[in-house]
């Protein structure tokens, strides 16, 4: 270590601090975002959330980071461990099965959103997504089971439920 000191970089060893202090600037001066290297968005989220696991809204933002900047296992890796923090987490589940239904892993997407309670749940989009994948992978019986499922849920009126089917061609 002491050879690399003198022979590396030496910025290396202050790296997370000086991300730490761009960072900083960024949330005095929001239009200085546009110029920040996402990399360092990155790394500054993954150091935080090291210290922080808990952090949920910081888990949403680096998922959602790596994949606006085309870093889907990355987004997938940041997700999976999410989702060990926040294992019922609605959002989560959400764009991660988005994020498999568009990476073709139809299977895994199903998977995630059986974690949902379409009885209770009160998001629509993730209904609408749910019921309208099983739909496409034709599993009929689980299909049948969920809109019976959601039927009976007493978060969403009836009219949104009737836009739902409507949109999916279910009677």
Known sequence: ???????????????????NKEINKITNNPESLKKINPQKIIFFLESKLRENPMDLEGWKLLARTCLMTGHIQKAEVHYTKALKYF??????????????????QLNGALKLLKKVDVKKTEDKELIYFYLKLLKETTNREVLNKK????????????????????KLKIN
């Open 1 to 19: 270590m002491l050879i690399y000191f003198f022979k590396g970089n030496k910025e290396a060893f202050f790296f997370e601090n000086l991300v």
């Open 87 to 104: 294992p019922l987490n609605e959002t989560l589940i959400y764009e991660y099965a988005v994020l498999k239904k568009n990476t073709d």
């Open 147 to 166: 809109i019976s499922e959601l039927e009976n849920n007493k978060n969403i009126d009836s009219s949104e439920k009737k836009n739902i089917f409507k």
